[in-house]
C-alpha cells in the first residue's frame, strides 16, 4: 500500500520537527489521549492544559469534524475531560460508517478573526504536484477546487517551488502578510517533498502575530519510502478509518508483511461476519470480494486479505492460524465459511503454501467441526495438483466439509456454492497432470468450446510459415518497422538479478515457441564477485549464459538486446532502471518490485518518457506475446502455457492492472476464443509506469489483433481515458472491459485493497462508476466477473461469423522436458538417495530432530543435552541423561593442552587402553 492516512498528531509532529524556525510557522502544541489513558498523566507532562482555554476533537480521520458537531473550542480543561467521556459512551455515525470515538487531540485555543484564516492543500498526481491556496478559511470553504489558486509543480529531479512564484501564483487574492505565508507554503513543500507525503491539508491556516498556525490537519504519506524516511517519521501509526477498530491480528500480519519479499495483508471488516476468505492475490482477492457482496454477502464478509508473491509454509501457516484464530472465537447460527480462493499463480507453489494452511486446519480441527464451517478452495499455478490432493486428503481425515477445485472450476464459481446459490459438484471435474505437458500431442487436445482452430494435417507446412514468420519478425526488429510492437521472436533481454527460475521458464517458453534462439542473452548482478557463466536447458541440451558484474559490459557485449527484466529489489529498482535508460538500445523495461516510493515512480515515468522507453510495472509479473516472448514468471509453469495456448498467437489482446489475474485472463481467453495474441499487466501502483490508454493504442495499430480486453479496477481514472478513446473514434475495435472492486460501495468504511492503487479516493473513481462509464461509451460490460468469459465468447463469436476472424490450424508446439528438481517435487520420479543420515531431517520448511520441529525444542527448553539425545539417540533420554551430557561437554569444552590430556587420559583409562595411547 501506498498512501496512507496518518492522525493529526502525527502530521502535526513531523511539522514540528522538520519545517524551522525560518518557515515562520509556529510550533503547533497539542495533547493526544487515547481511551483508557489517565487524565492525569498527560495533564503532568502538558502543564498548559490547565492554564488555557482549549480545543478538544476526535483523531480518528474523520472529515468536517465542525460541521459534525465534533469539536469544542474555547473551553477549559476540566469541560473537555467530561466532553470526551460523554463523546466516548456513545456509538456515532458518520456517513455510512458507526463507531466509537476513542482517540482525541487537545490543543491550545488560537482567538483569531475569520480574515486571518486561509487554506493550502497538496496533493500528487501522475506527472506534478498541485498547490491549492485559498485566502479564506474554515468549515464554510465550500468547493475549494473550484475557488482556490493553484500551483502546479511538474516532476522533476529536484521539486521546490520559489517565493516569487508562490506570490504570483497563489497569493494574488491574499490580503495579509504575502511575505510570511509565500515562505511558509515554500518551506511546507520541501517537507511535503523530502517526507514522502502524498496529501497534506491545513484547514484552517491562520495568520496572526507575524506568525502561522496550523489549526486542522490531514495528510497521507506514502508508507512504501518506509526504508528512506524512518529516521525522519519516527515510529508512524497508520490508524484505521472510523468505524472499524484497529485489531491485534492486523498488526501481526502486517508485521509479517514487512519482513518478507511476500505479500500478507488482513483487514477485520465484520468479525461476527460468517463468510471469511484466504485469497492468494491483490487482483483476485477483490473479485472474491466483490462476488460475496454481489450474492448477498456484504453484511457477513468478515475480512478482507491477499496472500501472495510466493510465501513460505511458515508464513502461509502462520496467516492461515490468524484467520482460524479470528474466525472460531464464536460460533454462528448458521455454521461459517471459509473461502480459500486464488487464481492461476505464476510462480507461487501452490502445494507448499497448501501445506502451511493444513497444518493450521490440523489445530482447529474440533473447532471447524464443532462450529460447522465449510470450506471452499478453488486455486491453480505451479503444483497444484499435488496442493489440491493434499487438500482433499485433509479434509477426509479431519472429518471436515472441505469442497477442492482446480482451474477447471470458473475462480469465483465456490462463492456461489458457499451462499447456496449454485450446486455443488457432487465429483469434482477431473485435473489433467502436470506430467502431460511431457508428450508430444498433450497440448493438442481437442477444441475447447471457444477454441476455432481445426488440427494440424501439415506440420511441414506448419514449420514452415513459422520459419517464415521468424525471419520476418527478426527483419521488422532491425529496420524498427514492425509499429506498435514491444516484442517479436527476435527480441532478447538482460535479465537483472540471479533469477534463475525465471530465466528457465524463459528459456522453456522460448522453445516450446520454436525460437531459434534463446531470448535472454545475460544476466547482470553487481553483487557477484566477478563476470561468469551459468548453465541453463534449452530443451534437451545445456546452455551457458553469461553473468556480468557490470552493466555496461552487459550492454557492450550484447548490443542486438533491447528489453531489461528488472528484479532488483524495491530499494534498488528504482536506480538500476536509471543506469538502464542510459543505454539507447533498451526499449523497453518491466520492474517486477512491489513498494517502490511513488516520488521514484513518477521521475522514472518522465525520464521513459523523454527517452521513448515503455516501462511496464512497477508491482508487476510483466507481459506476454505468445509465440515470441514472456517476461520473466507470466504465464506460470509450462502446464499452463500449454493449457492456455500460449506457444502461439490468437487475436484478443488484454491489458490488466494485476499481474496474477493476468494467468486467468489467459485462461478465459484461450478458453473462449482462439488466444492470446497479447497480454501486458501494467501493475497495481497508483502510478504504473504505462497505462492502459498506451498498450490498449498498440493494440489498435496491431492489425492482426482482432478484439481487446481490459480488466480496470477501483481506484483512479485512467478507465475514463479508455471512453474517450472509444468515444472519438481513436480505438475502434471491439473492447470487452471490467473493473474489479465493485465491492468497495457496500463496505461503510474505506478499504485499502491489496494494490497500491486500489482506492476509490472520489466517486468517479469507484469500480461501479467506470463501468457504468465504460459500457455508456460502447464498450462491452458484463454485469459481473463470472460472465466476462462469456462477454468475451459472444463478441469473439460475432467476429467469427463475420470473417473478422478466420480459424487457423492447430500447431501442437515440442515437447519441453522437466528439471529434475521439479519432477522430483512432483512425486513423478524417484532416485535412490546419495547418502543418508538419521540424525536430523532437512526436508521441507523447519529442520526435523527425531521427528520433533526445532521451534518445539526451542518452546519445551531442552537444551543441548535434550538436543543431543534426540540427534544422537534418536528419543528424549531421561533428565538425568541428559543432564550427563551436558557434563561430558563442559568438561570437553576446554581445549587447553592440560586439560585435554588429562580428559583423554581419563577416556583412555575407562576404554582399557594404556597411557602411551592418549597421547597417540
Known amino acids: 500500500m501506498s498512501a496512507r492516512a496518518i492522525s493529526e498528531a502525527s502530521g502535526k509532529r513531523l511539522l514540528n520537527q522538520h519545517l524551522g524556525a525560518t518557515s515562520g510557522a509556529a510550533q503547533c502544541r497539542y495533547a493526544s489521549f487515547h481511551e483508557g489513558e489517565d487524565w492525569n498523566k498527560i495533564e503532568a507532562d502538558n502543564p498548559w492544559l490547565k492554564s488555557e482555554k482549549l480545543v478538544v476533537k476526535p483523531d480518528q480521520l474523520i472529515k468536517r469534524r465542525g460541521k459534525l458537531g465534533l469539536i469544542k473550542v474555547n473551553t477549559d480543561f476540566d469541560t473537555v475531560k467530561s466532553w470526551t467521556a460523554d463523546k466516548m459512551a456513545a456509538d456515532q455515525k458518520i456517513g455510512k460508517a458507526t463507531g466509537k470515538l476513542r482517540k482525541f487531540i487537545v490543543e491550545p485555543f488560537l482567538a483569531h478573526t475569520q480574515d486571518e484564516e486561509a487554506y493550502v492543500c497538496i496533493y500528487s498526481q501522475r506527472d506534478k504536484d498541485v498547490i491549492l491556496f485559498h485566502h479564506e478559511g474554515g468549515v464554510d470553504i465550500g468547493d475549494v477546487d473550484s475557488k482556490a489558486s493553484k500551483l502546479e509543480v511538474n516532476v522533476q529531479d529536484e521539486m521546490v517551488v520559489g517565493v516569487e512564484d508562490i506570490k504570483s501564483k497563489l497569493l494574488t487574492q491574499f490580503k495579509g502578510d504575502k511575505d510570511l505565508v509565500a515562505r511558509f ?186 462450529q460447522n464451517i465449510k470450506i471452499f478452495v478453488r486455486r491453480a499455478g505451479p503444483n497444484y495438483q499435488e496442493g489440491l490432493r493434499i487438500m482433499r486428503d485433509v479434509g477426509k481425515n479431519l472429518e471436515i466439509p472441505l469442497f477442492v477445485f482446480g482451474p477447471e472450476t470458473h475462480m469465483t464459481a465456490i462463492v456461489g456454492m458457499a451462499l447456496e446459490k449454485r450446486e455443488v459438484p457432487v465429483t469434482a471435474p477431473a485435473a489433467s497432470s502436470t506430467a502431460n505437458f511431457l508428450l508430444p500431442g498433450s497440448a493438442n487436445d481437442g477444441n475447447k468450446a471457444g477454441s476455432s482452430r481445426k488440427p494440424s494435417q501439415d506440420l511441414s507446412k506448419a514449420s514452415a510459415d513459422e520459419s517464415a514468420a521468424r525471419s520476418a519478425a527478426l527483419a521488422a526488429a532491425k529496420s524498427g518497422s514492425s509499429a506498435g510492437a514491444l516484442f517479436n521472436k527476435g527480441t532478447k533481454a538482460i535479465i537483472w538479478g540471479l533469477q534463475t527460475r525465471a530465466v528457465q521458464g524463459m528459456l522453456d517458453f522460448d522453445y516450446v515457441c520454436r525460437r531459434s534462439e534463446p531470448s535472454v542473452a545475460a544476466m547482470v548482478y553487481p553483487m557477484v564477485g566477478g563476470d561468469s557463466k551459468q548453465n541453463f536447458y534449452w530443451g534437451h541440451k545445456e546452455i551457458l549464459i553469461p553473468v556480468y558484474k557490470s552493466m555496461g559490459d552487459a550492454m557492450k557485449n550484447h548490443p542486438d538486446v533491447d528489453v531489461l527484466v528488472n528484479f532488483a529489489s524495491l530499494r534498488s529498482a528504482y536506480d538500476s532502471s536509471i543506469e538502464c535508460m542510459g543505454y539507447p538500445q533498451i526499449k523497453t523495461i518491466a520492474i517486477i518490485a512491489e513498494g517502490i516510493p511513488e516520488n521514484f515512480t513518477r521521475k522514472l515515468i518522465k525520464l521513459a518518457a523523454a527517452k521513448n522507453v515503455t516501462i511496464i510495472g512497477p508491482a508487476t509479473v510483466g507481459g506476454v506475446k505468445p509465440g515470441c516472448f514472456k517476461i520473466g514468471n507470466t504465464g506460470g509453469m509450462m502446464d499452463n502455457i500449454l493449457h492456455s495456448k500460449l506457444y502461439r498467437p490468437g487475436s484478443v489482446a488484454y491489458v490488466s492492472r494485476s499481474g496474477g489475474m493476468s494467468n486467468e485472463l489467459n485462461n478465459i481467453i484461450s478458453h473462449q476464443t482462439n488466444g492470446v495474441y497479447e497480454g501486458v499487466a501494467i501493475g497495481g501502483d497508483r502510478y504504473p509506469c504505462s497505462t492502459f490508454m498506451d498498450h490498449l493504442l498498440r493494440y489498435e495499430a496491431q492489425p492482426d489483433v482482432k478484439m481487446l480486453v481490459l480488466l480496470g479496477e477501483v481506484g483512479g481514472t485512467e478507465e475514463y481515458k479508455v471512453c474517450e478513446a472509444i468515444k472519438s473514434g481513436a480505438i475502434k475495435k471491439p473492447i470487452v472491459s471490467w473493473c474489479i472492486g465493485t465491492c468497495a460501495d457496500m463496505f461503510s468504511t474505506d478499504v485499502q485493497f491489496g494494490h497500491a492503487g486500489a482506492s476509490a479516493g472520489a466517486a468517479e473513481e469507484t469500480a461501479t462508476a467506470k463501468n457504468a462509464a465504460l459500457k455508456a461509451a460502447g464498450a462491452h460490460v458484463p454485469s459481473s466477473f463470472d460472465e466476462l468469459g462469456e462477454e468475451i465468447n459472444k463478441v469473439y463469436r460475432h467476429l467469427v461469423d463475420t470473417g473478422v476472424v478466420v480459424p487457423q490450424d492447430e500447431v501442437p508446439p515440442p515437447p519441453v522436458p522437466m528439471d529434475y528438481n521439479w519432477a522430483r517435487e512432483l512425486g513423478l520420479i524417484r532416485k535412490p538417495a546419495s547418502f543418508m543420515t538419521s540424525i536430523c531431517d532437512e526436508r521441507g520448511q523447519e529442520l526435523l530432530y527425531a521427528g520433533i520441529p526445532i521451534t518445539e525444542v526451542f518452546r519445551q527448553d531442552m537444551g543441548i543435552g535434550g538436543v543431543l539425545s534426540l540427534l544422537w539417540f534418536q528419543r528424549r533420554l531421561p533428565p538425568y541423561a541428559c543432564k550427563f551430557l551436558e557434563m561430558c561437554l563442559m568438561i570437553t569444552a576446554d581445549h587447553g593442552p592440560a586439560v585435554s590430556g588429562a580428559h583423554n587420559t581419563i577416556v583412555c583409562a575407562r576404554a582399557g587402553k594404556d597411557l602411551v595411547s592418549s597421547l597417540v
Open 185 to 370: 507554503i515554500e518551506c511546507l513543500y520541501k517537507q511535503y517533498v523530502d517526507l514522502y507525503f502524498t496529501y497534506l491539508e491545513i484547514n484552517p491556516l491562520v495568520i496572526t502575530n507575524g506568525k502561522v498556525y496550523v489549526l486542522d490537519l490531514a495528510a497521507k504519506l506514502d508508507a512504501t519510502a518506509d526504508f528512506a524516511c524512518r529516521a525522519k517519521w519516527g515510529d508512524i501509526e497508520y490508524p484505521p478509518p472510523f468505524g472499524r477498530d484497529a485489531y491485534p491480528e492486523e498488526a501481526y500480519i502486517a508485521d509479517i508483511d514487512a519482513k518478507t519479499g511476500a505479500s500478507l495483508k488482513l483487514t477485520i471488516l465484520n468479525a461476527k461476519g460468517r463468510i471469511w476468505t484466504m485469497v492468494a492475490g491483490g487482483g483476485a482477492s477483490v473479485i472474491y470480494s466483490d462476488t460475496i457482496c454481489a450474492l448477498g454477502g456484504a453484511d457477513e464478509l468478515a475480512n478482507y486479505g491477499e496472500y501472495s508473491g510466493a510465501p513460505s509454509e511458515q508464513q502461509t501457516y502462520d496467516y492461515a492460524k490468524t484467520i482460524l484464530s479470528l474466525m472460531t472465537r464464536e460460533a454462528h447460527a448458521q455454521g461459517k465459511i471459509l473461502i480459500i480462493g486464488g487464481g492461476i499463480a505464476n510462480f507461487t507453489n501452490v502445494a507448499a503454501t497448501f501445506k502451511g494452511i493444513v497444518r493450521a486446519l490440523e489445530e482447529y480441527q474440533t473447532l471447524i467441526r464443532n
